[in-house]
């Protein structure tokens, strides 16, 4: 299982909108809606910030939203802040019981 | 308050074994399923394996099947990663994860152990 595609880098400055890209495949994205995203800092556990799609767990600002198109899913952030400055991964089912991760994203602000 | 403390990591050489161990606590473990995930130094995240709430399925990553065993003890709380026939590639912090099977996502983590294959 190969892992989803994302772009290594995406920079924004303060207040701007980013929207960082995970593409998949018919047999991963595309077939499910279990598409989540997780934020993570230097040194820390991963944190998850959307979960189907575009569902977002209590305490997660409303400036994270995702979406998706067939094969490919997106996370945007919105206003941009300081505290944004993380690796942000998507993961994906694939074949009902595993889990595929992102490429990973560094988000520079 | 849900915790997850990951143990067990250690330097191995190639070939070698380890056991980790996961303790839980602050919620009803044997109402979850359970996954490990892997983060090799300077990586992206790797699924390893899950356990489903009965430990009655186990599913793996292919570069992990037939090497590793995922396994919980319910009674104690803990999840366990079984890791034998070790790599350099196995190189990684590995984190437990509580997960949400119905949504695919993990919503708790712990905050993982070093597992290092060298000579």
């Known amino acids: 299982q190969s892992a989803l595609t994302q772009p290594a880098s995406v920079s924004g400055s303060p207040g701007q909108s980013i929207t960082i890209s995970c593409i998949g495949t018919s047999s991963d994205v595309g077939n499910y809606n279990h598409v989540s995203w997780y934020q993570q800092h230097p040194g820390k556990a991963p944190k998850v910030i959307i979960y189907?799609?575009?569902k977002r767990p209590a305490m997660i600002s409303n400036r994270f939203s995702g979406s998706k198109s067939g094969n490919t899913a997106s996370l945007t952030i919105s206003g941009l802040q300081a505290e944004d400055e993380a690796d942000y991964y998507c993961?994906?089912?694939?074949?009902?019981?595993?889990?595929?991760f992102g490429t990973g994203t560094k988000v520079t602000v | 308050e849900i915790q997850l403390v990951e143990s067990g990591g250690d330097l191995v050489q190639p070939g070698g074994s380890l056991r980790l161990s996961c303790a839980a606590s602050g919620f009803t473990f044997g109402s979850y399923w359970m996954s490990w995930v892997r983060q090799a130094p300077g990586k992206g995240l790797e699924w390893v394996a899950n356990i489903n709430e009965y430990g009655s399925q186990k599913y793996y990553v292919d570069s992990v099947k037939g090497r590793f065993t995922i396994s919980r003890d319910d009674a104690k709380k803990a999840l366990y990663l079984q890791m034998n026939s070790l790599r350099v590639e196995d190189t990684s912090v590995y984190y437990c994860?509580?997960?949400?099977?119905?949504?695919?996502?993990?919503?708790?983590w712990g905050q993982g152990t070093l597992v290092t294959v060298s000579t």
């Open positions: 994860a509580r997960e949400w099977e119905l949504e695919g996502r993990f919503d708790y």
């Open positions: 189907e799609v575009s």
């Open positions: 993961s994906s089912h694939v074949g009902a019981t595993n889990y595929v």
